[in-house]
């Protein structure tokens, strides 16, 4: 745990709570979200629950990732990607 993303590793465990995490990481607020900085921050979440063997996180983390692309690459929405 030690060489885990501290703020994923928050995120996990809200998961682990609440069966959700927020898209907001530190220092961000709703207000100012950065897709690119969300994806790099959804992929050590994704990375987290492989790791720790938590299906329902890593299928959450991946459409949250999917979803943040599609603010960062807009045509890919468009052909369903």
């Known amino acids: 745990m030690h060489s885990d993303?501290?703020?994923a590793l928050e995120?996990?465990?809200e998961f682990l709570y609440t069966g959700d995490f927020s898209y907001t990481f530190y220092g961000q607020s709703s207000a100012n979200l950065n897709p690119m900085p969300n994806v790099q921050k959804q992929t050590e979440?994704?990375?987290l629950a492989e790791k720790y063997d938590v299906g329902k996180l890593k299928q959450l983390a991946e459409k949250r990732i999917k979803e943040s692309?599609?603010?960062i690459s807009p045509a890919a929405s468009?052909?369903?990607e």
């Open 5 to 7: 993303d501290p703020d």
């Open 11 to 13: 995120h996990l465990l």
């Open 45 to 47: 979440v994704y990375k």
């Open 69 to 71: 692309a599609r603010w």
């Open 78 to 80: 468009m052909h369903g």
